[in-house]
């Protein structure tokens, strides 16, 4: 077996700070904000595990049905040897790519990037056993710092699944789209998978499951900043909000304080004041079409060669070249 390498350069200082940052100018903006990727410590993605189990969120189901139908097609037309995947999470989904590139004779290197240390250690040792012909890189960091980590060999897929995408607002998207475009060389690859847009009650059930697990998730955030930034949030009281924006098409997710009230954050040695049922966003989760994929991963200079959705429409996986 060869060695795991995990690569973290960022320190726990580095991630304590921009905590800080985040919070500050999160909680102190009109509305409030906190930015998805604190949900994701251990327990966070340990509920994010849970979530792509529940019956009502189909994305997960739906994205494998995909890439268990044309992962071979994906090899066959791209010859990567070299796949990283951004926000690997347990990297499940993974394997399909992994098995494809092992079937294709180009399994070479497999480059997964996740905010979650945890994760990714629990992810990168069974991949060492099960693929011992990989070479294994983790990066642990958020997609900005760590793109400028990886590896130049090979010939490179970067693969951004589940729909993490959305979580990103247009222009957004867009900036991020064109740095993994300026990252790749011409030839080398994006896979992107995308939620598309659907019925809204659908849509607003994926996002508020009858077993709470949804809303336990959310509220996750709070507990990351009480035990991270020393603050007293009352987090069993705050509401878990899912809600459908038909004009920007996508689900916005918030938690809703049920009373004013005063929360202490010692690590930011301030004070933030919540009124009577506001709502502080925690998440957005864009929903697409088939026209706006293509656009976007135009206007970032890729170029979109297939597309492919699951049988029941839900969902879609776009292969495109840099
Ligand atoms: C990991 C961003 C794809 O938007 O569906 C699931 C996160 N949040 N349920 C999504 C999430 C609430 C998820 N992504």
């Known amino acids: 077996m ?20 985040d919070a500050r100018e999160g909680l102190t903006a009109e509305p409030k904000r906190l930015p998805p990727k604190w949900f994701y410590d251990a327990r966070g993605s340990e509920l994010f595990e849970r979530i792509t189990e529940l019956p009502e969120y189909y994305q997960t189901r739906a994205e494998y049905e995909i890439l268990e139908a044309h992962a071979l097609d994906m090899l066959e037309l791209t010859g990567v040897d070299t796949l990283v995947e951004l926000g690997s999470g347990s990297s499940y989904k993974t394997r399909l790519l992994l098995d494809a590139m092992r079937k294709n004779g180009t399994l070479h290197r497999f480059v997964p990037l996740d905010v979650s240390a945890s994760a990714l250690r629990g992810a990168l040792e069974t991949i060492a056993v099960d693929y011992p012909e990989a070479t294994l890189y983790g990066i642990v960091g958020d997609f900005d710092t760590a793109l400028a980590e990886l590896p130049a ?3 490179r897929m970067v693969a951004l699944l589940g729909g993490t995408i959305g979580n990103m607002r247009s222009r957004q998207r867009v900036r991020f789209l064109r740095t993994v475009r300026d990252t790749l060389s011409s030839g080398e690859w994006l896979l992107l998978g995308t939620d598309l847009v659907k019925d809204p009650t659908r849509l607003r059930r994926a996002y508020d499951d009858s077993a709470g697990v949804t809303a336990e998730f959310n509220r996750n955030v709070l507990h990351v900043l009480n035990r991270d930034l020393g603050a007293d949030f009352p987090v069993a009281e705050f509401e878990h909000i899912a809600r459908w924006n038909g004009d ?14 005063r929360v202490r954050l010692d690590g930011l040695d301030s004070t933030v004041e919540l009124v009577a049922g506001e709502v502080i ?14 656009s976007e991963l135009a206007e970032s200079g890729f170029e979109r060669v297939e597309w492919w959705t699951d049988s029941a429409g839900d969902f879609a996986v776009s292969l495109a070249r840099a």
């Open 153 to 155: 060999e090979g010939v």
């Open 248 to 261: 920007r098409e996508r689900i916005e997710i918030g938690l809703r304080s049920p009373r004013a009230m």
């Open 281 to 294: 966003e925690t998440e957005i989760s864009a929903k697409f079409r088939r026209e706006r994929v293509d």
């Open 2 to 21: 060869k060695p795991v390498e995990l690569i973290n350069r960022r320190s726990d200082d580095d991630v304590a700070r921009e905590l800080r940052a």
